[in-house]
């Protein structure tokens, strides 16, 4: 029997709420199975600043370094808003992602077929989408210096090295050559001199993947063909601030923020955790949809430990849960035969794994 040491993270707003679910799902799927999941919870985010006024504490730290994978819910809120940057709840993620070296960052958009109405484009452009954004996660502006916030003057810096840039290209390659062999690499080589050198690189990478076609988009338009038509794109490659936003946008097409799962590796321990936030205003309500966690829980299991099994029965389990009508409250007008709590949907989901 292998065992897998989880960090769990639930953090703030419906963090607990969706990773409860998450773990709910793991232990059905892993009582029938070659493997045990050990968990150790962790604090991050505003719940740590409660704490221990940090929101990253070095036990957080600690743990997730002797761990296998990192499962993490959402973090922040209005109630720590007002802190200087790095107490704030962000800088506790930021910093766990600097810290372990987890500069790339997978977003896959999948469009369920059960949920094509849900989507707020029209069927015919969203039914069959099936896109990998591939973000750069520990550099960029994010994290380039200097950085001040003066009296009447503010600035960042938007910097990449060669070798950051080498690295996350070879990741999108190396994905794209699993799935539809395409790279879109997005940036605003057109003004700024930190993406000339990001194209410049991401072609030399591209070099060494000959079955793989490279194109180029500015962000600008890239953000404007995400909606016209998102079935031109296979993998996206770009950088943390673009893929911020664009990630956000390309949820859209899925129907639902709380759809999306996705996982921050090429460090010391992979994190597993949905794309969307901590929603604080419907905390606490049982109406998050725990799905995007969940799937993240699959992603987690199929790539941190190679349990391509479990991580298949958890994702036909939520396609069958969508198939039958189950929908949290985001989702209630598409489709719903029955609306269900994220509890009830988290539970109705560990079941059927169990019986897979
Ligand atoms: C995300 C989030 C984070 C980011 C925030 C919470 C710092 O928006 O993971 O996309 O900007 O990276
Ligand atoms: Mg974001």
């Known amino acids: 029997m292998k065992t897998y040491k989880v960090a769990v993270i639930k953090g703030d707003g419906i963090g607990s709420e969706i990773v409860d679910e998450a773990i709910k799902v793991l232990d059905a799927v892993s009582i029938n199975s070659e493997?045990?999941?050990?968990?150790?919870?962790?604090?991050?985010?505003?719940?740590?600043?409660?704490?221990?006024?940090?929101?990253?504490?070095?036990e957080t730290i600690e743990v997730c370094l002797n761990s296998d994978a990192i499962l993490f819910g959402a973090i922040g809120g209005e109630k720590w808003d007002n802190l200087p940057r790095d107490k704030r709840p962000e800088s506790g993620l930021l910093r766990l992602r600097s810290t372990l070296e987890l500069f790339a960052n997978f977003?896959?958009?999948?469009?369920?077929?059960?949920?094509?109405?849900?989507?707020?484009?029209?069927t015919s452009i969203v039914k069959g989408v099936d896109l990998l954004v591939v973000r750069e996660l520990t550099g960029g502006i994010y994290f380039g210096q200097p950085r001040e916030k003066e009296e009447t003057r503010a600035y960042n810096t938007m910097v990449y090295t060669k070798d950051e840039i080498v690295r996350i290209a070879k990741m999108a390659f190396e994905a794209a050559e699993l799935r539809g062999k395409k790279v879109c690499s997005v940036d605003k080589a057109n003004v700024l001199e930190v993406s000339q050198l990001w194209r410049e690189t991401?072609?030399?990478?591209?070099?060494?993947y000959p079955?793989?076609?490279?194109?180029h988009m500015y962000v600008d338009n890239a953000a404007m063909q995400l909606v016209r038509d998102p079935k031109?794109?296979?993998?996206?490659?770009?950088?943390?601030?673009?893929?911020?936003i664009l990630s956000d946008e390309a949820s859209q097409i899925s129907g639902s923020i709380g759809l999306l799962p996705s996982s921050s590796v090429g460090g010391k321990v992979g994190l597993y955790e949905p794309i969307h936030g901590s929603a604080p205003d419907?905390?606490?309500?049982g109406i998050a949809n725990p799905i995007a966690t969940i799937s993240s829980a699959s992603m987690m299991l199929r790539f941190a430990f190679g349990e391509v099994?479990?991580?298949?029965?958890?994702?036909?389990?939520?396609?069958?849960?969508?198939k039958e009508g189950y929908?949290?409250?985001d989702l209630a007008s598409f489709g719903a035969s029955e609306v269900c709590s994220t509890q009830e949907a988290g539970s109705i989901i560990a079941d059927k794994v169990s019986k897979l």
């Open 35 to 58: 493997f045990e999941l050990k968990y150790e919870e962790v604090l991050m985010g505003g719940c740590a600043y409660d704490v221990h006024g940090d929101p990253l504490p070095k």
């Open 107 to 122: 977003r896959p958009v999948k469009v369920f077929d059960e949920l094509v109405d849900a989507s707020s484009l029209k």
């Open 202 to 208: 991401v072609e030399e990478v591209a070099k060494d």
């Open 211 to 215: 079955d793989v076609s490279l194109s």
């Open 232 to 244: 031109q794109f296979d993998v996206i490659l770009t950088g943390n601030i673009f893929g911020d």
């Open 282 to 285: 419907i905390a606490g309500q």
């Open 309 to 322: 099994k479990a991580a298949d029965k958890i994702d036909s389990a939520i396609v069958e849960f969508l």
């Open 327 to 329: 929908r949290t409250k």
